[in-house]
């Protein structure tokens, strides 16, 4: 559970905050009148940028490592590169995947997609072999947009993979030369409902689920969090290392920036020691964040320097209440814009009034109810109806299904079906099951808790407990296993957690296994403690059991041995006093030289 979240929010903190709203009101009633658009209207994310391009032509619009691209020149790229797509056979309902780390080549290329109507297949370039193939079948992608950089993801696959062509940035940047500037036509004739991006989300199954991103729920996000959240003038620039294949990226820092004529700094990746550099290098007054980049930063030796940079809004979700005020007080942060989304929820957050410890307001219907801590659940009643929470109590978050917030849902029909809550409080209504536990604060406020379910959060990335278990499955010496998240004070999300049985006659080898998982998995899905165990409860989903596991943690006990992660050379070695405390400083598990310094997500 989250420590020192605050508990309610009242009447003296809003007479606080609604003065300081006043020069606001512009950006907050352009912000409403976002919200009386219909999914059937002709409105997209091509034809935002295309407007923005239009008003904004001279400013910069994306910066990198100093160099500045503008509105103009950025749109006429994205053109051509859209030419180029269509000349591939790419129309309007087709995929294009784009597997890049973060450049801006990536972003154009998905900003061409949607002006064309297709839809821009954001793939995660950590995937790798089956977990990839299996990515990219979902896609069905006309054309895939590779990165060189990310080749490696590629190669881990066992054949060609399945897509119509793959496109190299280098070849594409090569025919988009010689290609129209020109508008596509078609870009003016896409509707608010059709879809435009695909964003990866860890899967129940063990396989990540591709979440849909319509224009309508993308420009929704514009109007909430963009126009009356964040609030980005045109002098401003948000500086972005998230990756691009993350809506903190593709949906809150775009449509912050296209919202206010602003300038998106696209950084490669985070690197702890360089952070503050690239943010002094691209001139940024905001960022982006995910928590456990704040906590990193805040890690770091302190320096007569920390206040000196012109950041003056950071944007993002998971920044822990208990070093909310050490952060912006070390750093000079006068506003935190913390929002809580996901990227298949039908609603957003935002902290619009610059309150302390919250993910801020929510103007559209949700619920805040009791669940089942066995099942994850919402709890109903004996007239089978559910039951809310009252304020300053812990639930599950529940949004409403409406026409004004539709759940678009996943690529897998019975996936979606699985995250909808029929008939909750009357005969009929629908609400969306966002499986996380939220504070419910008052006076349309909540504040973020923890996550329920078969996924835990790590490194700002959902794992699959049931992916992990697969791979450790795979294992030659390895019977059965259980995955799960622990907490670690200190950190942000649930460090991964597993415990399993070995086959008859095998040892425990921490090296290999090490090795075996890094193959297979993601570096921040790899479990960091190893629980070796006689015996698993052997039910369908092993609820009961995780449950027991969990309360357990990281106690070393009579039963079990138990093996911490040292890193994909050290392997996993016996448990020491000191390794929690290790993880807690970002010490451990140790990396290779150059990743030591940088710290990916």
Same mark, same amino acid.
């Given at each position: 559970?989250?420590?020192?979240?605050?508990?309610?929010?009242?009447?003296?903190?809003?007479?606080?905050?609604?003065?300081?709203?006043?020069?606001?009101?512009?950006?907050?009633?352009?912000?409403?009148?976002?919200?009386?658009?219909?999914?059937?209207?002709?409105?997209?994310?091509?034809?935002?940028?295309?407007?923005?391009?239009?008003?904004?032509?001279?400013?910069?619009?994306?910066?990198?490592?100093?160099?500045?691209?503008?509105?103009?020149?950025?749109?006429?790229?994205?053109?051509?590169?859209?030419?180029?797509?269509?000349?591939?056979?790419?129309?309007?309902?087709?995929?294009?995947?784009?597997?890049?780390?973060?450049?801006?080549?990536?972003?154009?290329?998905?900003?061409?997609?949607?002006?064309?109507?297709?839809?821009?297949?954001?793939?995660?370039?950590?995937?790798?072999?089956?977990?990839?193939?299996?990515?990219?079948?979902?896609?069905?992608?006309?054309?895939?947009?590779?990165?060189?950089?990310?080749?490696?993801?590629?190669?881990?696959?066992?054949?060609?993979?399945?897509?119509?062509?793959?496109?190299?940035?280098?070849?594409?940047?090569?025919?988009?030369?010689?290609?129209?500037?020109?508008?596509?036509?078609?870009?003016?004739?896409?509707?608010?409902?059709?879809?435009?991006?695909?964003?990866?989300?860890?899967?129940?199954?063990?396989?990540?689920?591709?979440?849909?991103?319509?224009?309508?729920?993308?420009?929704?996000?514009?109007?909430?969090?963009?126009?009356?959240?964040?609030?980005?003038?045109?002098?401003?620039?948000?500086?972005?290392?998230?990756?691009?294949?993350?809506?903190?990226?593709?949906?809150?820092?775009?449509?912050?920036?296209?919202?206010?004529?602003?300038?998106?700094?696209?950084?490669?990746?985070?690197?702890?020691?360089?952070?503050?550099?690239?943010?002094?290098?691209?001139?940024?007054?905001?960022?982006?964040?995910?928590?456990?980049?704040?906590?990193?930063?805040?890690?770091?030796?302190?320096?007569?320097?920390?206040?000196?940079?012109?950041?003056?809004?950071?944007?993002?979700?998971?920044?822990?209440?208990?070093?909310?005020?050490?952060?912006?007080?070390?750093?000079?942060?006068?506003?935190?814009?913390?929002?809580?989304?996901?990227?298949?929820?039908?609603?957003?957050?935002?902290?619009?009034?610059?309150?302390?410890?919250?993910?801020?307001?929510?103007?559209?219907?949700?619920?805040?109810?009791?669940?089942?801590?066995?099942?994850?659940?919402?709890?109903?009643?004996?007239?089978?109806?559910?039951?809310?929470?009252?304020?300053?109590?812990?639930?599950?978050?529940?949004?409403?299904?409406?026409?004004?917030?539709?759940?678009?849902?996943?690529?897998?029909?019975?996936?979606?079906?699985?995250?909808?809550?029929?008939?909750?409080?009357?005969?009929?209504?629908?609400?969306?099951?966002?499986?996380?536990?939220?504070?419910?604060?008052?006076?349309?406020? !909540?504040?973020? =808790? @923890?996550? &329920?379910?078969? *996924?835990?959060?790590? $490194?700002?990335?959902? /794992? %699959?407990?049931?992916?992990?278990?697969?791979?450790?499955?795979?294992?030659?010496?390895?019977?059965?296993?259980?995955?799960?998240?622990?907490?670690?004070?200190?950190?942000?999300?649930?460090?991964?957690?597993?415990?399993?049985?070995?086959?008859?006659?095998?040892?425990?080898?921490?090296?290999?296994?090490?090795?075996?998982?890094?193959?297979?998995?993601?570096?921040?899905?790899?479990?960091?403690? !190893?629980?070796? =165990? @006689?015996? &698993?409860?052997? *039910?369908?989903?092993? $609820?009961?059991?995780? /449950? %027991?596991?969990?309360?357990?943690?990281?106690?070393?006990?009579?039963?079990?041995?138990?093996?911490?992660?040292?890193?994909?050379?050290?392997?996993?070695?016996?448990?020491?006093?000191?390794?929690?405390?290790?993880?807690?400083?970002?010490?451990?598990?140790?990396?290779?030289?150059?990743?030591?310094?940088?710290?990916?997500?």
């Amino acid at each position: 559970m989250a420590v020192d979240a605050r508990q309610k929010i009242g009447v003296t903190d809003l007479a606080v905050a609604l003065p300081k709203m006043v020069t606001e009101v512009p950006s907050l009633l352009k912000g409403l009148a976002g919200f009386t658009r219909k999914p059937d209207h002709k409105a997209s994310i091509g034809q935002i940028f295309q407007d923005a391009a239009a008003k904004n032509s001279d400013r910069p619009f994306v910066r990198f490592e100093g160099e500045s691209i503008t509105y103009r020149d950025a749109n006429e790229l994205v053109n051509q590169y859209a030419a180029v797509f269509a000349d591939h056979g790419v129309k309007r309902g087709d995929v294009v995947g784009i597997l890049s780390k973060n450049r801006p080549e990536a972003l154009f290329a998905a900003l061409a997609a949607v002006k064309l109507g297709a839809t821009a297949g954001m793939l995660n370039y950590n995937q790798r072999g089956d977990v990839l193939e299996h990515s990219l079948g979902i896609l069905e992608a006309r054309v895939l947009v590779l990165d060189e950089n990310a080749q490696e993801a590629l190669d881990s696959l066992d054949g060609e993979p399945k897509v119509g062509a793959v496109l190299p940035l280098k070849k594409l940047a090569e025919l988009a030369a010689t290609a129209s500037t020109a508008n596509p036509k078609v870009t003016a004739e896409i509707q608010a409902k059709e879809k435009a991006f695909y964003i990866f989300t860890s899967g129940t199954t063990g396989m990540p689920k591709a979440s849909l991103m319509s224009h309508f729920r993308w420009l929704k996000s514009m109007s909430g969090l963009g126009n009356m959240g964040v609030r980005l003038r045109s002098n401003d620039v948000i500086y972005c290392c998230l990756p691009l294949y993350h809506n903190n990226a593709l949906t809150v820092t775009l449509s912050s920036v296209l919202a206010g004529g602003a300038t998106m700094a696209i950084g490669r990746q985070f690197s702890v020691s360089n952070f503050w550099d690239d943010v002094r290098v691209n001139k940024a007054t905001a960022f982006t964040y995910i928590g456990e980049l704040c906590r990193y930063l805040l890690t770091q030796p302190e320096k007569p320097s920390d206040r000196d940079n012109s950041v003056k809004l950071i944007v993002g979700n998971g920044l822990r209440p208990e070093i909310w005020e050490e952060f912006t007080e070390r750093f000079g942060i006068s506003r935190v814009a913390e929002f809580y989304g996901a990227s298949e929820c039908n609603i957003a957050f935002i902290n619009a009034l610059n309150m302390k410890k919250t993910a801020g307001i929510c103007p559209l219907p949700y619920a805040v109810v009791q669940y089942d801590e066995e099942s994850g659940k919402a709890k109903r009643g004996q007239d089978g109806k559910l039951r809310k929470v009252g304020n300053g109590e812990v639930g599950l978050l529940l949004s409403k299904i409406t026409d004004r917030a539709p759940f678009d849902g996943y690529s897998d029909d019975k996936a979606t079906e699985k995250k909808m809550v029929r008939d909750g409080f009357k005969d009929g209504d629908a609400w969306f099951d966002t499986g996380d536990l939220v504070r419910k604060q008052g006076f349309m406020h !909540v504040a973020f =808790v @923890d996550r &329920l379910g078969d *996924t835990f959060r790590w $490194k700002g990335e959902n /794992v %699959a407990t049931t992916q992990v278990e697969g791979a450790l499955g795979g294992h030659s010496s390895v019977d059965g296993a259980v995955v799960y998240g622990v907490d670690i004070e200190g950190t942000d999300g649930k460090a991964g957690m597993a415990a399993v049985t070995l086959r008859e006659g095998e040892t425990f080898d921490g090296k290999t296994m090490a090795e075996h998982l890094y193959d297979k998995l993601p570096t921040y899905a790899v479990p960091l403690f !190893v629980r070796v =165990v @006689d015996s &698993l409860e052997q *039910t369908s989903t092993f $609820k009961s059991q995780k /449950v %027991a596991l969990r309360k357990l943690g990281y106690e070393e006990d009579s039963d079990s041995d138990l093996y911490v992660l040292r890193g994909k050379s050290g392997g996993y070695e016996k448990a020491y006093d000191g390794y929690v405390a290790e993880v807690a400083a970002g010490k451990a598990p140790k990396l290779s030289t150059r990743k030591m310094r940088t710290c990916h997500y």
